[in-house]
């Protein structure tokens, strides 16, 4: 597996006393399916409340471009890419939802979430 988490550049959030939430919804994701060498796709929905970085989209969509060759499983794509964000951004939470397509009459969506313990 590629190591592509450098591709991910951040800014400083201007906020970063206020509790919100940020929605990104990338509905072209591509990988490659580990056992046939098919396509995969899917849409995935990040929703997280940052700390002190953002993630820069433009960065996120070449980083998620990356993968379109890359052959793995839903459950680990899914975790790769969340371990990345979560180190990067180190936001106070963090969901995805990855919601693969039809391939054979089945779909599969795979969900991880993130929270920072309070105190």
Known sequence: MNDFRS??????NQFP???????IV?????????KTGQPDFG????SYTPSQKCVELKSLKFYLQAYRNEG??????TN???????AVL????????????ARGGITETVTVEHHIATK
């Open 90 to 101: 180190e936001p106070r939470w963090l969901k995805l939802v990855a919601a693969f397509n």
């Open 80 to 86: 790769v890419i969340f371990d990345d964000l979560v």
């Open 26 to 34: 990338c509905p072209e994701f591509t990988s490659v399916c580990p």
């Open 43 to 46: 849409t995935l929905t990040f």
């Open 17 to 23: 006393k206020r509790d919100y939430c940020i929605e």
């Open 72 to 77: 793995i499983f839903y459950e680990n794509i």
């Open 7 to 12: 591709l991910l550049e951040t800014f400083d």
